[in-house]
């Protein structure tokens, strides 16, 4: 229960944040343009606010809605989802933004994507500067890695060494290195001290990747460096040093093996599970007695794989943050077309599926990084085409620019509608999907 209210405080809090800098930045360009802005809201008011406030000689009522599902900033003379068709009835009046230029309205628009791409490389510029980047060298990773099913089936083996993805050398384990394996078609790896290369077949997407389970880890020895007082391990007599070879008679090479075979011992109902494990050189057998939790009590040896790290300076960070959003922002953009996929669909989803990409303790380090990246996404997806969203008055506008003439009032309610009709069943799809997830 900790966990999950960990990570929904998480959730709050990154979208409370992202949220408010996207609706500001509607907000600052239409003061900047001298349009009256009506509403500012961190999430929706529906019937009543939870709290509410209008500075003496302001046009503005700030305040926090009850619904927390985003927010908005209500800008007069504008078709929004407040669906306000009464005020467009009305003649246009000069602090109105249908009574302002084509270039006007467009910035208006686009402040809060442009904001919330802004905030995203200030974040990762800020991380940078604070925790530095650090990643392990992925070919000093002398045990090698360990590989899903899906990987095995290309031709990984465990063990193997990630040297190459085409002819691109590779060194950092992150979504970089497995959409350079799905682009480049063929991946080098060290196996036993000889080079081997692997093709992967031309249909072979992201998403294939695996989901369940990571596509691959770090390998870990089966090596036990401590045992928990009290313990399973500990009462069976199991010793710090052991290599692990067998657990219930499935044999085992690495600690994700061990971690394998005790969930199919828990799955059979075992009870008494034989260990058989190396101690100076003989091979002993051992019984451990498990409880509903079938934990062994042990921990693994760590291996000591070179680390490499990159400080920056105040000044340095902003460049460098720069070029690690954009990055970002290319990787999940070049991404984005597997939403038009059968598993792609699948993979949408709301407050469930987001909360969960949360760190399970909190870790501001982590908590940043995961607010600049859905500091993008927001971005992103609130720049697609679709009317109700940014991105729809966008290319409205774009549009009346290129051909000097402007959308009745009446189609852009029409648009609206049927822009909020498809965000509905966006909704709906994403609910449903945590729901299959986290319930079903």
Not at 63 to 76: D, E, M, V
Not at 283 to 306: F, H, I, N, Q
Request: aromatic letters at 14%.
């Amino acid at each position: 229960m900790e966990i999950y209210l960990i990570r929904a405080l998480q959730l709050i809090m990154a979208l409370s944040i992202l949220v408010l800098i996207h609706e500001y930045g509607h907000f600052i360009f239409a003061r900047l343009f001298k349009v009256r802005v009506e509403k500012f809201y961190l999430f929706f008011d529906w019937k009543f606010s939870l709290f509410k406030w209008k500075p003496k000689n302001s046009d503005t009522e700030y305040g926090i809605g009850w619904i927390p599902l985003g927010g908005y900033c209500k800008i007069s003379g504008m078709i929004d989802e407040s669906m306000d068709v009464e005020q467009m009835k009305q003649p246009a009046q000069p602090y109105e933004f249908r009574a302002k230029p084509a270039y006007q309205r467009l910035l208006i628009m686009i402040g809060g994507v442009l904001f919330n791409f802004i905030l995203a490389l200030f974040i990762y510029s800020m991380v940078l500067f604070t925790w530095g980047e650090s990643y392990t060298d992925i070919q000093s990773a002398t045990y090698g890695m360990e590989f899903n099913e899906n990987a095995k089936k290309l031709g990984f083996v465990d063990g193997d060494i990630l040297l190459k993805a085409g002819d691109d050398n590779l060194q950092k384990y992150d979504m970089d290195l497995l959409r350079k394996i799905v682009d480049e078609k063929s991946v080098t790896v060290l196996r036993a001290g000889n080079e081997v290369t692997i093709e992967i077949p031309q249909e072979f997407g992201l998403l294939d990747l695996g989901k369940e389970t990571p596509f691959m880890q770090y390998r870990i020895p089966a090596v036990i460096d401590s045992i928990l007082p009290n313990s399973p391990a500990a009462i069976a007599g199991i010793e710090r040093g052991d290599s692990i070879t067998s657990i219930a008679g499935k044999q085992i090479a690495s600690w994700y093996q061990l971690m394998g075979a005790m969930e199919s011992a828990k799955e059979a109902g075992n009870n008494a599970i034989e260990v058989k494990a190396i101690r100076g050189g003989n091979e002993v057998t051992l019984t451990a007695a498990v409880d509903s939790t079938y934990k062994l009590g042990v921990l693994p040896c760590s291996m000591e794989y070179k680390t490499i790290t990159h400080e920056y300076s105040f000044f340095e960070s902003f460049p460098a943050g720069i070029k690690y959003g954009i990055n970002v922002l290319k990787g999940y953009v070049s991404d984005f077309k597997y939403l038009f996929s059968s598993e792609g669909a699948k993979s949408v989803g709301m407050f469930g599926t987001i909360g969960s990409m949360f760190p399970p303790m909190w870790d501001w380090h982590k908590f940043w990084l995961m607010t600049a990246f859905l500091s993008i996404v927001l971005a992103v997806m609130n720049i697609l085409p679709i009317p109700a969203l940014d991105g729809g008055h966008v290319l409205f506008l774009l549009v009346e620019v290129i051909t000097g003439r402007k959308p009745s009032d009446k189609f852009l309610e029409y648009a609206q509608m049927v822009g909020m009709i498809i965000l509905l069943g966006l909704f709906i799809l994403a609910t449903y999907n945590d729901l299959s997830r986290f319930v079903f």
